[in-house]
């Protein structure tokens, strides 16, 4: 097992925020978009907080999965108000409605029997909507006695629920290591948002995702940059490890783009040459789902008549940007596709919404590393074009890290396309 936690991994929250500045913004460089990240939310401002063991009521709970949310009455909502929606489901006759004016409103399940979530994370059908609906939700695995393990995922509908997975937040939010193996109560919190009005999480059918027995991890490369060839690969075919290039279709060839060639190579390297749209369209702009279907099709094609057909099957969202119109045309034409949101999850349970860290320091993503053998998962790591020697440096640290705790037999470096059918095998 590998929950024994050291005291040293305690941190300050400014040490934290320090941390996540680095791993979690996804803006700057790259074709990355913006997903805004708001400063984390102070504990302190939340009435029900303190973890301690004075509860004068103690609800009976409710199992989780399919039935958590059909009874709201055995939930216990703070600083907003819960409802129950029977519009939006994916299970049983309802969902929850968590409405909330401000930042700090928290939706407590009480479970009936405590679930080991010591090798495993959660995900749950998501909503949010609401003239100031934000983006984010925290999730907080708490034990008996209230010490909590902090998880948060990146919420990309407004009207359908959407599964998604939660990434590590923070393990160990108070001074005492939560108890993973017995976690008796789930919090969910609407995430900070930049303006103030009002907001709804809607949520169903939360699942325990189990982590893998070795951790994973991916590598990727976005806008189908030539050092993908030219530095990518040396570097990690030292070690067989494969990848996936994701290309933008009408720019194979460009200065600086890989051709067809250097594709046909990385293909026969190992790699995937998987779909990034044919230009680089902010789909989340086109009105028409008939028309980002076209420009999906398009693409798709040019790989599978060049080919390419095996990494067709894969698709990133240019400048991060889905919503649901989006997601549901990829869900028609390819069988994954990636995003930047937290990690590490325990398995992407929506291949559809695969998250990934981008271009992260070699500190940032040490972390990620260190927290994705410690609880298990799977981390994937993306880049963009590996052009200045600091790129290039800061890639190869990466990669030696994860050889250094490959070494160890830590870690297994996966193609997607062999992570895509772990989680078929394990969720289906
Ligand atoms: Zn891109």
Not at 35 to 49: C, G, I, L, R
Not at 282 to 301: G, H, I, W
Request: charged share 30%; with cysteine.
């Amino acid at each position: 097992m590998v929950n024994q936690r050291s005291p040293q991994r305690r941190r300050t929250r400014r040490d934290l925020l320090g941390a996540l500045g680095v791993a979690c913004l996804t803006g700057g460089a790259g074709c990355l978009g913006s997903d805004a990240v708001a400063e984390d939310p102070t504990d302190e401002q939340t009435p029900d907080d303190t973890g301690d063991d004075t509860e004068t009521t103690s609800p009976p709970g409710v199992e989780l999965g399919a039935e958590t949310f059909e009874d709201v009455a055995a939930l216990e909502a703070v600083g907003g108000r819960l409802a129950a929606d029977t519009e939006r489901r994916v299970t049983g006759t309802q969902c929850a409605a968590l409405e909330t004016d401000g930042d700090g409103a928290w939706l407590h399940v009480p479970l009936a029997e405590p679930v080991d979530f010591s090798n495993a994370r959660p995900a749950c059908h998501v909503a949010i909507d609401g003239a100031a609906a934000g983006d984010f939700l925290y999730l907080d695995l708490v034990d008996a006695d209230g010490n909590r393990f902090r998880t948060r995922t990146v919420v990309r509908s407004r009207g359908e629920l959407v599964n998604v997975d939660f990434g590590i937040l923070d393990p160990q939010v108070d001074e005492t290591a939560v108890d993973l193996e017995r976690i008796t109560r789930l919090s969910f919190r609407p995430g900070p948002r930049n303006e103030a009005g009002p907001e709804t999480v809607y949520l169903d059918h939360p699942r325990r995702i189990p982590a893998p027995e070795t951790a994973k991890v991916v590598f990727q490369f976005d806008d189908g940059n030539e050092t993908d060839l030219t530095e990518a690969h040396p570097y990690l075919s030292q070690y067989d490890y494969p990848a996936i290039t994701y290309v933008n279709t009408n720019r194979v060839g460009d200065d600086g783009k890989l051709d067809e060639a250097q594709l046909a190579e990385l293909r026969d390297a190992n790699w995937l040459v998987g779909s990034h749209t044919p230009d680089h369209t902010d789909l989340t702009t086109v009105s028409e789902p008939a028309e980002v279907e076209r420009r999906l099709r398009e693409a798709k094609e040019w790989l599978v008549d060049r080919g390419f057909d095996e990494g067709a099957r894969h698709f990133a969202y240019p400048y991060n940007a889905v919503n649901e119109q989006v997601l549901s045309v990829v869900e028609e034409i390819h069988d994954t596709g990636r995003v930047s949101s937290w990690q590490p999850v325990a398995l992407p349970s929506n291949l559809q919404l695969i998250p990934a860290e981008g271009d992260p320091t070699p500190a940032a993503f040490s972390e990620l590393l260190e927290w994705t053998v410690e609880y298990g998962g799977v981390v994937t790591v993306l880049h963009h074009s590996l052009s200045t020697d600091a790129e290039v440096a800061a890639f190869r640290e990466i990669v030696d890290e994860v050889r250094r705790h490959d070494r160890l037999g830590n870690v297994d470096v996966v193609r997607l396309d062999e992570l895509e059918s772990m989680v078929e095998r394990t969720l289906s």
